[in-house]
């Protein structure tokens, strides 16, 4: 097939070759390291994957590493040895980024970048929120709605039945069916006593309601009280832009890159460190309390 003879082709172009492979210090996805003999190789997931392609066409490489360990956010970095053709190619993961897509090309996308937010645990507990926790804020303001036209609608609806069906049934006044649903809210009886199906169909459903709603409270509140829950300043991205919350990341990922095409979703932040992830988290998070975002595999290794 076409495919084949394009691979085939490749190899034939590529065996014996010497290529210069530029690469981002970046835990265990990207790196390098120097041997016994001054030689630099290259290390993580980035270098396995080249190591598969080196086994199939047959090439060879030398490592280099970049004056400033960036991407393309500045000078010095890979993105600038790629352009003045010093490097043939970068083994790194890089955000594909559509504004140097006129200097370089990209390989087709391996795996979908994510990323996890490291903070320091917060010390005051979420159950200083007391009785109104069980329930999200939008529930609590459409309780508050029903409450207050729950009983109209019930006088209109009584009113109306009574003057189309001309009967002797009793017709409650407007005051009576609004403290009917304010006492039924809290769990209290009443002294009306409805005679037509259209009354007690629209007294039992309102009795029905209040049932499961407080049902639902009681048992959230109860594990709410119960369990140890603590409330996170974040609960998406935009939140940390939004609330101009300061983050650190470290130096030569693919935030640095992006993050100035984002600036609000994430907004600025505080550094771009040059330290292990084991210093950030103990100097930056646990000391100064600032958020700490990183890669999923390396936080997860």
Known sequence: SKYQLQLRQLANELKNENLIVA?????????????RNKRRYGTGIAFELLDILQKKFGFNYTVIVPSKNIWGSGDGGVLTLLKNKEADLSAAFLPV?????????????????????????PRESATGEGLLAPFTLPVWILILVSLFIVGPIIYCLIHLQTKLCKTNDRDFSLSACVWFVYGALLKQGSTLNPISDTARL??????????????????NLTAFLTLSKFTLPITKATDIGKKHLPWVTTKGNALEDTGYMNNATLGYPRHYLNFTDNYILGEYVNKRSLMFIRETPIIQH
């Open 97 to 121: 980024l559509t504004q140097y897509t006129d200097s370089i090309s990209y390989s087709p996308s391996l795996d979908t970048g994510r990323w996890l937010v490291l903070m320091k645990r």
């Open 202 to 219: 629209l007294f039992a459903t309102w009795w029905i309601f209040i049932t499961i709603l407080t049902a639902f409270y009681t048992a």
């Open 23 to 35: 690469t981002l210090s970046n835990e265990k996805l990207s790196g390098s390291r120097i041997d």
